[in-house]
């Protein structure tokens, strides 16, 4: 297709999608921003806006303490119970609390406490380096072998000794996608536990922990959700194995009667024990509006055009980026594709920065040598699609990026 | 005193308050309200309410994933520089991040892992419940002994089998503050380290770890310094201490280039390798703007303000609270007394609920019998307080406080 056509083509899709109206659910500040991040921090719900402002001025500044009883002791079950909606669990199995660090560093340390009899920790490279870190930190402090293996021999890898399988279901990099069930499954058959990294698929890609029976995951919400910058992340724990696993964080909202003021510790019974402390409740209260976005939008709907979107940028990749020296680094099977999609390219930190000061888009870099475009799809265009990558032609074709440093100068 | 003459003494001392113009720096909704619960969620800062509207609509709806840079990623060191002031540390000894618990949780690992030969975890009984909860996880976890001991027997149980000696500076029943300096030179005495919990002192109690050598503190935001409900905790590591301690969580923000995205944790250097995860932005920043308003009044002020008004309530008890059933279960002499004053009655749970909901005053009761009585200094004013306690007066007296449940029938 020439360029008159790929616009013309964009503009029809934008005309034709289903999902149009929910574009101005967020605020748009500056309608000439390309904003191709939402994987890294997703776009700010107007209702959020609202919201924030009575729960500061009202429920705080009026109400004060007795808001706890009237609006905050149940919000992390309340906004557990709508995100179990989009993956595939039942409303007592998912709560929001904490970072996700903190959620994976607590699943991890209940799954291998459970598995006493097993050394190994299996996980893939393609796992976010940050729970490859807390992985590390698990093995050391309880005398574990941490396995981190190419993406395509986590089956060959499994074994008896295996405690824990853990893997992000949408690889950060590459978009990849893991084939869920079928890794779960392989997992339980030789004993072994499996927690999923669901941050770069919940509200993108659709999920079904409990057709696959999985054991644990945990999940951003600043991302797809939409839940604003260091939103606290969510924990699944299926329900038959709630009462089994043991938080090592024994913290008083994980506590039995928390306010019976006992001096020993009591789980609570069902998914609260895996709470720590007091819930950060400006944070925690901006995550559900943007999870009612997504609800009333529908995930199959969602996942739709994510992928057409996806696809569109592949497209383009071809017509004009691969003209120009950026590799795609995503898979070309929308099932194993994710809502974003990786290009690399050996300027691509200083493209990247060009992208962002010069032409108004944001997208983002990862080292060493790509760039990730993400659609968030209640919120992304595909006319946007279209100008992101001509954006970009232009800024490799004119040279404009040569004036940022280079990645090895540019980052310390 | 008679009332007419306890009033007068009350508006007087309102008319002589240096801090008096700092109650129009909160939302004050409803005039006739008397709030003595900020020991529990202090009142809302005005300027916390436009910096909120800020962060949201410009700095998350209009920079979104900019903000990091521009904004955010300096914050939990820019907070703990600032809370540093509060309590006698270093500006890079201070950071916050995670809840009071979690914190705590990562501290006590930190220090108990430091101090391998040694089997002794020592508290009193006047900790917070939710402290000791963690100490039993972690005693269980790490294989130690938890010694619970009463207030005054904390010297005697210190040994050459103390790992860590964990106290609540200031008590959150009885207001009893802890003589911070003779213990923590009586602990590193026999070589233990101490880990002071400073959730009811910051902000309201003078507090000088330097002077005192401490080890570790932790510490709660949403009390008297006004964060908001849930809002992030600090910690605090001496500077020497640092690099000796790990953190068991290891968290991608407490990694050394967590842009690097290198599969290898290393620690970062000096405070903020005790991050773990991504913080909550927006609790966060809400925190800054009441720890301004503490250091822009000062603690020499703040202290003198509301030993003032804790005497005053003991007055009052002396004058009226006594006579009608109530005891006192706060020291009398003031160098040993946070900034609440706890009165304990057989009937304290209805009498609160009575409070509460007839008579629009905010305490807060405590199981089993007691009711605290918790001046803020910046937003209470001697007036509140009297009349606080005529409408107890008024609740007992007439008997109203019959009509709700008992504590046992009450609460499940």
Chains 1, 2 share one sequence.
């Not at 120009?324 to 999609?341: C, E, M, Q």
Request: charged share 25%; net charge negative.
């Amino acid at each position: 297709m020439r360029r008159k056509e790929l616009l013309d083509y964009a503009r029809q899709m934008d005309r034709e999608d289903p999902l149009a109206a929910f574009r101005q659910e967020f605020a748009i500040e500056d309608p000439d921003l390309i904003y191709l991040d939402g994987n890294s921090l997703g776009r700010l719900p107007t209702r959020t806006s609202a919201k924030l402002r009575e729960l500061v001025d009202v429920q705080w500044g009026d109400r004060l303490v007795r808001g706890w009883g009237e609006h905050w002791i149940g919000l992390p079950q309340r906004v557990g119970a709508k995100i179990a909606q989009l993956i595939g669990a039942s409303e007592d199995e998912v709560l929001v609390c904490d970072s996700t660090s903190v959620n994976f560093y607590k699943l991890t340390m209940a799954a291998l406490d459970a598995q006493a009899g097993r050394d190994q920790i299996l996980t893939d490279s393609a796992n976010f380096p940050s729970d490859i870190y807390l992985l590390q930190g698990c093995a050391k402090q309880l005398g574990r072998h941490l396995e981190i293996v190419e993406p395509g021999s986590v089956l060959d890898a499994l074994g008896s000794r295996t405690a824990l399988l853990t893997l992000s279901h949408t690889s950060f990099k590459s978009g990849y996608v893991h084939p869920m069930l079928k890794l779960t499954q392989a997992a339980a058959e030789v004993g072994a536990v499996t927690l999923w990294d669901l941050s770069h698929s919940v509200g993108a890609v659709p999920v079904d922990l409990g057709a696959c029976r999985a054991e644990l995951a945990v999940g951003c919400t600043y991302k797809y959700l939409h839940g604003g910058p260091g939103a606290p992340a969510f924990l699944y724990v299926r329900r038959d194995l709630q009462e089994r696993l043991s938080n090592p964080i024994w913290g008083w909202f994980g506590q039995k009667e928390p306010f019976a003021f006992g001096l020993d510790y009591a789980p609570a019974d069902g998914i609260r024990r895996f709470m720590a402390g007091t819930p950060p409740i400006l944070s925690l209260a901006a995550v559900e509006s943007g999870v009612d976005l997504i609800l009333e939008a529908g995930m199959d709907a969602i996942r739709r055009k994510s992928v057409l979107q996806t696809q569109f940028l592949i497209d383009l990749w071809e017509a004009i980026l691969e003209t120009i020296g950026f590799t795609l680094n995503s898979p070309r099977d929308p099932d194993f594709r994710g809502s974003h999609v990786s290009f690399g390219h050996s300027d691509a930190f200083q493209i990247d920065q060009a992208l962002i000061r010069d032409m108004n888009v944001v997208p983002d870099f990862r080292a060493p040598d790509s760039i990730r475009f993400g659609v968030a799809p209640l919120s992304t265009t595909f006319e946007e699609i279209v100008h992101a990558v001509g954006r970009t032609e232009e800024v490799v074709r004119t040279g404009i990026y040569r004036q940022y440093p280079t990645l090895r100068t540019g980052v310390t």
